[in-house]
């Protein structure tokens, strides 16, 4: 997965057991040189990555040894150090991962398990939110948030189901709320990724 940091001026690679790269992107010419790697063991994989909205923490959906929600703040030049604690526990098999718009709230797509972990967030320390993880489809691996930040879709390999909509609860701030569901197609057909457009 690759990821341009909100601000603009990094780009994330997370490059599964090979961990991460992190490259200073120019935008006017579209050059990026490569700052730092982020080693992992061989029996870790870093599978998704998103940036905050202010470009100061990196979140990363980890898998295998040392497994969770891997946090590191984002330094000059693109610099990341881990936070105390990381990675912070998950699922089994973390392999997507994706901030709400008010960027308040983390979610984290747990493959093995068919279930999402959500947490509130401040300064990158996670809290779990009430009810999470929250049911999803067999090896969800997908997630993305709609345009106008009012849903979360979730795409599971596995299916059952293919496709999972959520609502943010009214009640509980951050609280997913299952609100549809539906098939891709004549199984099998495994959601492989979600990109909402509205």
């Known amino acids: 997965m690759v990821r341009v940091s909100p601000n603009g001026n990094y780009i994330f690679a997370a490059l599964g057991s090979n961990g991460d790269a992190v490259f200073s992107f120019n935008t006017s010419t579209g050059a990026a040189t490569l700052e730092q790697t982020l080693s992992v063991s061989a ?9 905050d909205s202010t470009s100061s923490f990196l979140y990363i959906a980890r898998s295998g040894a040392g497994s969770g929600l891997a946090i590191y703040t984002i330094g000059a030049q693109g610099a990341l150090t881990s936070v105390p604690n990381s990675p912070f526990a998950a699922g089994a098999q973390p392999l997507d991962v994706r901030l709400d ?14 279930n999402i972990s959500g947490y509130s967030v401040t300064n990158g320390v996670p809290t779990a939110l009430n009810g999470s993880p929250y049911a999803s489809g067999a090896t969800v691996q997908s997630l993305a948030l709609d345009s106008s ?16 909509m959520y609502s943010f609860d009214a009640t509980v701030a951050g609280k997913l709320d299952q609100a549809a569901t539906t098939a891709a197609g004549t199984d099998p057909a495994g959601v492989v990724e979600v990109v909402a457009t509205h």
């Not at 029996?43 to 940036?51: F, G, I, R």
């Not at 718009?101 to 093995?112: L, P, R």
């Open 43 to 51: 029996q870790t994989s870093d599978n998704a990555l998103v940036a």
């Open 101 to 114: 718009s008010t960027g308040k709230f983390v979610y984290v797509a747990n493959g093995s398990d068919g």
């Open 149 to 164: 930040g009012n849903y979360l879709l979730a795409g599971a390999f596995g299916g059952s189901p293919d496709l999972t």
